[in-house]
Nanobody
């Protein structure tokens, strides 16, 4: 059974930091992973993803230089370190893993940044 468990969200003041985690169970032959977010009243948007071939990470322009995505292959876990948080970063953050033609999503974790 596939299971993605996210953790690490919360309330933080502007300028603060949070670290999100996403652990995947029951997924094999992973060939992609990433983070997205959805703010109230807005569509889900891309935040970051790791390109397996080469291991490069791509970031949305709005988070580049502030967020860092990393992964632990042995634990099938990805992280999103978020620094210098801004109120506009407030959203529900979702991780995803790709295996073949399938994309699996986490349940989402709320991040709220107060001004």
């Amino acid at each position: 059974q596939v299971q993605l468990v996210e953790s690490g969200g919360g309330l933080v003041q502007a300028g603060g930091s949070l670290r999100l985690s996403c652990a995947a169970r029951g997924i094999f032959s992973i060939n992609g992973m990433g983070w997205s977010r959805q703010a109230p009243g807005k569509q889900r948007e891309f935040v970051a993803r790791i390109i397996p071939s080469g291991g490069n990470t791509i970031y949305a322009g709005s988070v580049k230089g502030r967020f860092t995505m990393s992964g632990d292959n042995a634990k099938n876990t990805v992280y999103l370190q978020m620094n210098s948080l801004k109120p506009e970063d407030t959203a529900v953050y979702y991780c995803h893993f790709v295996s073949g033609p399938h994309t699996y999503w986490g349940q989402g974790t709320q991040v709220t940044v107060s001004s």
